[in-house]
């Protein structure tokens, strides 16, 4: 009993870490855009902008990038409620793939990155489609964001188990024993903005695993050449 009331005191105390990395690392996302719009506004106000198209121009972009966290902590609070609900519907996740290539293709060109997509057989499987679509979106975009420039990030789906795979390979170097156990061997949560991460705060991993995860499917990293993440979606509902 001992022993297990100290584990408990442990896991109680790590998780206590987590939570405030975690919100270290949102705070310090939301005060970098909103320090740029203030400073943009100052400047406006007291007549100092030169070129004011260019000043709103780069506080839509600020205020973009708070939307896009705010949009992530809702959805994450909902994955962590078990509150998500959407419709599955029959969906070639290839073709899911193939936009989610269309959509990041600019991301990709500003490093020289090349995107690819292979498949192997059927991929179809019944989904919520924008959920999957953001889950393979989250896990391309991390992959391009650590690539080395010039290098190609390759989107390989096959059949397995009675459901489809998607692995995500990309040059870079990987994942750290400490990182791939804090995003896919413990309870989903968000981490703190240290490794492979999409976001400051870490969401883009966390969110991705709970939206594979609400399919009853299975999200992981895999030991090997560069960084690899694959998930697997049950075909069938």
């Known amino acids: ?34 320090a740029a719009l203030r400073a943009a506004l100052d400047a406006l106000e007291d007549d100092l902008a ?5 000043y709103f121009a780069a506080m839509r972009g600020d205020i973009e990038a708070i939307r896009r966290l705010t949009d992530d902590l809702f959805l994450l609070a ?35 990155v090349r995107l690819r997509v292979a498949m192997d057989g059927s ?14 979106r989250n896990l ?41 156990d804090a995003i896919f061997g413990t309870p989903a949560r968000a981490i703190s903005s240290q490794g492979r991460t999409h976001g400051g705060a870490g969401l883009g991993l966390t969110i991705a695993r709970g939206l594979v995860e609400a399919h009853a499917g299975r999200i992981w990293a895999e030991d090997g050449p560069g960084g690899r993440v694959a998930m697997w ?3 069938t509902a």
């Not at 270290?24 to 970098?32: E, F, N, P, V």
């Not at 030169?50 to 260019?54: I, Y």
């Not at 409620?81 to 029959?90: H, I, N, Y």
């Not at 650590?146 to 994942?175: K, M």
């Open 123 to 136: 991929t179809m499987a019944e989904v919520g489609i924008s959920e999957i679509s953001r889950a393979i």
């Open 233 to 235: 979606i049950p075909a």
């Open 50 to 54: 030169p070129e004011p198209h260019r």
């Open 78 to 112: 909902r994955i962590e409620a078990g509150s998500l609900d959407f419709e599955r519907v029959p969906a070639d996740l290839a073709e899911l793939a193939d936009e989610a290539v269309e959509a990041l293709t600019p991301v990709a060109v500003q490093k020289s």
């Open 140 to 180: 391309l975009d991390n992959a391009i964001r650590h690539t080395p420039r010039g290098s190609e990030v390759v989107i390989e789906l096959a059949q397995q188990d009675g459901g489809v795979v998607i692995r995500i390979t990309d040059g870079g170097d990987g994942f750290t024993d400490d990182l791939r």
């Open 1 to 34: 009993m001992a022993e297990r009331l100290a584990a408990l005191e442990t896991e109680r105390g790590d998780e206590r870490i987590a939570r405030q990395a975690f919100l270290s690392a949102i705070g310090h996302d939301l005060r970098t855009p909103l």
